[in-house]
T-cell receptor, first 113, second 113 residues
Framework: SAVISQKPSRDICQRGTSLTIQCQVDSQVTMMFWYRQQPGQSLTLIATANQGSEATYESGFVIDKFPISRPNLTFSTLTVSNMSPEDSSIYLC??????????FGPGTRLLVL | DAKTTQPPSMDCAEGRAANLPCNHSTISGNEYVYWYRQIHSQGPQYIIHGLKNNETNEMASLIITEDRKSSTLILPHATLRDTAVYYCIVRVPGSGSARQLTFGSGTQLTVLP
């Protein structure tokens, strides 16, 4: 298994600002993903963070709003840009250590006022 | 990935077995059944997965019907800490690397004292 940490664990932000969330894994992993979980909802995939190339975004998510970096095999960042109250969610990083299972970070709880 | 159907909620008495059903009638031959759970305010946690044979690990057992159109996750002796949302996910493992997970609405299991 992999141990995943996220920073910050929670934040309260003003609309119009941006927040960068960090995801750190204790071992090298091939696949890293970013999910969003809106209040009372299930998880929705935002994008796959690709090491050394641009992230692959799911329908409804764009790079200008959610820029992602993946500088190496243990680290990734997700930025939530120009935030609005609708961006209030839990943002989760996950990693794939093999082709069968994924491990999730503890999540970042974001509240936009 | 095949669509899954789960009851929205279930209760179970502490110490008794919790049996969580999942219907996946459109499952294809190369799709696996995965179970994850999400305890409140935490990231999802992998539980178990299987293709067609019944599987057991230290957390749970997975029973897949012979026609593979449904499955049951069994927590043999539920504790209060097993209260969580349980997600049944059907997918084809990535060829050599993990693919993203598609989460449905899951089943809220409440273990009662």
């Amino acid at each position: 298994s992999a141990v995943i940490s996220q920073k910050p664990s929670r934040d309260i932000c003003q609309r119009g600002t941006s927040l960068t969330i960090q995801c750190q894994v204790d071992s090298q992993v091939t696949m890293m993903f970013w999910y969003r979980q809106q209040p009372g909802q299930s998880l929705t995939l935002i994008a796959t963070a690709n090491q050394g190339s641009e992230a692959t975004y799911e329908s409804g998510f764009v790079i200008d709003k959610f820029p992602i970096s993946r500088p190496n095999l243990t680290f990734s960042t997700l930025t939530v840009s120009n935030m609005s109250p609708e961006d209030s969610s839990i943002y989760l990083c996950s990693v794939g250590t093999g082709y069968e299972t994924q491990y999730f970070g503890p999540g970042t709880r974001l509240l936009v006022l | 990935d095949a669509k899954t159907t789960q009851p929205p909620s279930m209760d179970c008495a502490e110490g008794r077995a919790a049996n969580l059903p999942c219907n996946h009638s459109t499952i294809s031959g190369n799709e696996y059944v995965y179970w994850y759970r999400q305890i409140h305010s935490q990231g999802p946690q992998y539980i178990i997965h299987g293709l067609k044979n019944n599987e057991t690990n230290e957390m749970a057992s997975l029973i897949i019907t012979e026609d593979r159109k449904s499955s049951t996750l069994i927590l043999p002796h539920a504790t209060l800490r097993d209260t969580a949302v349980y997600y049944c996910i059907v997918r084809v493992p990535g060829s050599g690397s993990a693919r993203q997970l598609t989460f449905g609405s899951g089943t809220q299991l409440t273990v009662l004292p």
